[in-house]
């Protein structure tokens, strides 16, 4: 607890230092920015701001050397929940939620090949065991299973030297969380494509501008692909419901 306040207050310190910094439109890449940009994931947006996540993320990202990999689910991957399934767990449980997606690590599609389970995510205290999320790979074809849920990265929406975006189709339930109650997965969920969706190379735009940055040859594969996004109504019903 005292730990967790000693972050906050750092976090808040890091805040303000950085509202004071000059302005500048080119920075630290900006978890928030990347996903309003990749355009259907307003629910997870919604959840990672509602549960404090994003400025945490952001201030990771800004200070971490290991970067960050999201597991980003489609707003149609909360949509295909079983109604009052983020309902169902407290404010603090959404947040292990949303820790959940999160690894504290850089992962490239190819690293995962050699990454061991349970991968550490963001999730519980630092046992892995406690949230397990594991990964098993074929080629760059990277399934992910929580052993209530098993879905695979089914696009690359960001990726730079810092921050890994990934698209998932369901949301990653955690065992601890959701093991005894076992929300019936959609009927109607078609599998997931097997063949990665392209991404379109772009070029150094996001790239800091910082003086001390070195990162002048990252690249950013930031998927411009678009889905129509149904269902918004609901969705906005569930957030408005779980988070509020
Ligand atoms: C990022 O970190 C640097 C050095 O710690 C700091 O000067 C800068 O203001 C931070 N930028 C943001 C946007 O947090
Ligand atoms: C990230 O982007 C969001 C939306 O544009 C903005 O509100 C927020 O202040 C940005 N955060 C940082 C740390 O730059
Ligand atoms: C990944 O999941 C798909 C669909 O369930 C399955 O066909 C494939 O064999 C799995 N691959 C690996 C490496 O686990
Ligand atoms: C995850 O991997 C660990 C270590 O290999 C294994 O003990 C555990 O049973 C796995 N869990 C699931 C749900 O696959």
């Known amino acids: 607890m005292a730990k ?3 972050f906050l207050l750092l ?7 950085a509202q004071v910094a000059p302005a500048a ?16 994931f307003t629910t997870f947006m919604k959840l990672l701001k509602a549960t404090q ?15 960050i990999t999201v597991f980003a689910p489609t707003d149609n ?12 767990i407290n404010s603090q449980d959404q947040m292990q939620l949303v820790q959940f997606h999160i690894l504290p690590t850089l992962y490239s599609i190819s690293q995962f090949q050699t990454a061991s389970n349970p991968l550490h995510t963001q999730a519980g205290n630092s046992d892995d065991g406690e949230y397990p999320l594991n990964v098993t790979t074929s080629g760059n074809q990277v399934n992910l299973t929580t052993g209530v849920v098993d879905t695979t990265v089914s ?23 959701f093991g005894s109650t076992a929300p019936a997965a959609a009927p109607a969920e078609a599998p997931a494509p097997s063949k990665p969706e392209k991404n379109v190379r772009a070029g150094a735009a996001d790239s800091p501008a910082g003086s001390s940055d070195s990162s002048a040859d990252a690249s950013s594969a930031v998927s411009l692909k678009r889905k129509t996004v149904e269902v918004v109504t609901f969705v906005v019903a569930v957030i408005a419901v779980s988070c509020f």
């Open 11 to 17: 976090l808040f310190i890091q805040t303000i230092s």
């Open 4 to 6: 967790l306040f000693h």
């Open 25 to 40: 439109p080119a920075g630290p890449t900006n978890i928030t920015q990347v996903l309003e940009k990749a355009g259907q």
């Open 155 to 177: 696009n690359t929406i960001f990726s730079d030297n810092q921050l890994a975006v990934y698209q998932v189709d369901k949301v990653l339930l955690p065992m601890a969380l």
């Open 77 to 88: 991957a909360f949509s295909s929940l079983k109604a009052g399934t983020l309902n169902s």
């Open 53 to 67: 996540t994003a400025d945490r993320l952001n201030s990771q990202l800004n200070n971490s050397n290991q970067g």
